[in-house]
């Protein structure tokens, strides 16, 4: 795909989060949408899938470790055609699949159940290390909230990560800068993430989270870095894409209302055309 195609489906995406959450009337779609570009290039661009064949062996496989975002990860997923977009409507719905977190045994194309925040990195760590014994040729991808790198559990898994020299998996880190209770800085300061990772033995990219020229050249390099993980640390804008979420920690986990779902719609049908 072209960085302008691959912009257009982004806004697709974001259209998909936006209706999916004010049907469910609750979910987090600042988090889902600050993630939306990577949610993209992952699944338009970079990962070996295939929406019909989701469990083949040989895929690549993608664990949500900040599970509360599923919006972004079903919208994706629907964009690519792994079950209908009609679906998002009926997000958190009692009896349905698709719910509030991502669930491995009900959702076509989710290789992990996530959710509780921390754990994520671990399970995508051991899919990298049997890959590694089974000496197969898939790649792991984990997105990590910035928010969610406090967590201890998280620096367990990168140090075995960068001790196993698991340079089959890549580490994507959200840095919105916001999580529930205000900004990271204020609540349990993670910086300097870069620094933090390549001390547990990760190569680390820096990018715009929300430019395909910056992101395609990271997974780039992520692929050719021999003997080591590689941890992306992508800046983003919490909300992206509609104007009144951006950089709104009150839109972390809240539901647009009626006027605020057409007001968000109608900015991004205008992106789409511009």
């Not at 993209?40 to 690549?60: C, S």
């Not at 509780?116 to 997105?143: D, F, H, I, P, T």
């Not at 790198?149 to 998280?154: F, L, N, P, S």
């Not at 080591?228 to 986990?253: L, R, Y």
Request: charged share 25%.
């Amino acid at each position: 795909m072209t960085d302008l195609e691959l912009k257009q489906t982004a806004v697709e995406i974001r259209k998909g989060i936006v209706t999916a959450v004010h049907a469910a009337k609750s979910g987090h779609p600042g988090g889902s949408l600050s993630a939306a570009d990577i949610f993209t290039y992952l699944y338009f661009e970079e990962m070996n899938i295939d929406p019909a064949n989701p469990k083949m062996e040989n895929r690549d496989r993608f664990v949500l470790s900040k599970g509360h975002v599923a919006p972004g990860l079903y919208s994706a997923l629907a964009e690519r055609g792994f079950f209908p977009k009609e679906d998002l409507k009926q997000l958190r719905h009692t009896g349905f699949y698709l719910q509030g977190h991502p669930d491995m045994k009900h959702i076509p194309g989710v290789d992990m159940s996530s959710g509780s925040l921390g754990q994520g990195l671990s399970a995508a760590v051991g899919m990298a290390l049997a890959g590694k014994m089974k000496q197969e040729n898939y790649r792991v991808y984990a997105l990590l909230g910035d928010g969610e790198i406090e967590e201890g559990q998280i620096w367990e898994a990168a140090m075995f990560a960068g001790h196993r020299k698991l340079d089959n998996l890549a580490v994507i880190v959200d840095n919105n800068n916001l999580q529930i209770d205000g900004a990271i800085t204020d609540v349990c300061s993670p910086y300097p993430i870069d620094k933090k990772f390549e001390a547990f033995g990760f190569h680390v990219i820096c990018v715009d989270g929300h430019d395909f020229s910056e992101l395609r050249r990271a997974f780039a390099e992520a692929k050719d870095t021999k003997g080591m993980p590689t941890a992306i640390i992508a800046d983003t804008t919490k909300g992206k894409g509609v104007s009144f979420m951006e950089n709104q920690v009150s839109w972390h986990g809240k539901a647009p209302n009626d006027e605020e779902y057409e007001t968000a719609m109608e900015e991004l049908r205008k992106a789409g055309e511009a």
